[in-house]
């Protein structure tokens, strides 16, 4: 029980905290993107220090459920960080849930249920060797530096869902070595937690993930980057607590089909609470802020939730 009270109070934190940081880092210049200047520029912002503060809370709480829990148990419980994001959007927008909201709210939900019912997540199996600790490592830099790569190929709000995926995938893999850093911890002292390289890198992957999810927020609104991010840190973390943790998870046919379907719900779960109109931050006030012309083109994510009928688009109109 202290498990799920830590993963959900965490979630709650990191929640809170992602939207009052993309609050502030929209507010940003756009030349800080991806550059260190991004961070010091944030942290003169009242907003955004509240909302980081927010977010180490919520990260102390997670190293504490890890510490109690495995990482293929913490890992969807934190995933419900977008239900506290959206609850907080709803007080900023006044935007009530709808059909669409509560449907995402329940399919996270579902998912979370049928992953931890099914796999059953239990810790106590041999730990990996030194080589596939470092393949399995070297696999989520590899694809989190491919798809930074990629995403500075395109358009402004694809590159923020790529920027943000790939800080999840850094940040699954941070919550993987905080628990190996905290058994060891446990077991051995903090001299010779000290002499090893994970607790190191626990600190690098938060450090770039930080600097990569302030861009994404900065790029674009929190519904183009945060269920990304939500749904791709419990999948990184997952993988990397079963590939070296010793994580195991029932693998009977019926207990990997419900796991692959909580899986799954709580992918569109998160994606269907993340487009939600109550996430703060319409695609015109993104492109205003960066002193660009509305997009009032059919199809387009504004015209999704711009209910003006009038279909000539306006440059000098604002948002309302």
Known sequence: MAVFLLALSAACCLGLGFVLQQHAAQRAPRADMLHWRLLLDLMRMPEWLLGTGFMVSGLLLSALALNQGEVSLVEPLLATNLIFAMALSRVLTRQTLGRSGWAGVLLLGLGVTAFIVAGRPTGGGPPAGELRHWLVVGTVVGLTLLLVT??????????????????????????ALTRTTTQRLDHDGLAVVLRTWQPYAVVVAGVVGLLLVQSAFEAAPLRMSLPA?????????????????????????????WQAAGLVAIVIGVIVIGRHPAMPGSVRETLESIGAPPDDRPGSAESDTNSDPDPAPDPDRRAE
């Open 150 to 175: 990629l995403a500075r190929r395109l358009p402004l709000f694809e590159e923020a869902t790529l920027l943000a995926l790939a800080a999840g995938l850094l940040y699954g893999l941070q919550d």
């Open 229 to 257: 991010l939500t749904a791709a840190q419990p999948l990184s973390g997952i993988a990397c607590a079963v590939g070296f943790l010793g994580d195991r998870l029932r693998v009977t046919p019926g207990a990997l089909a």
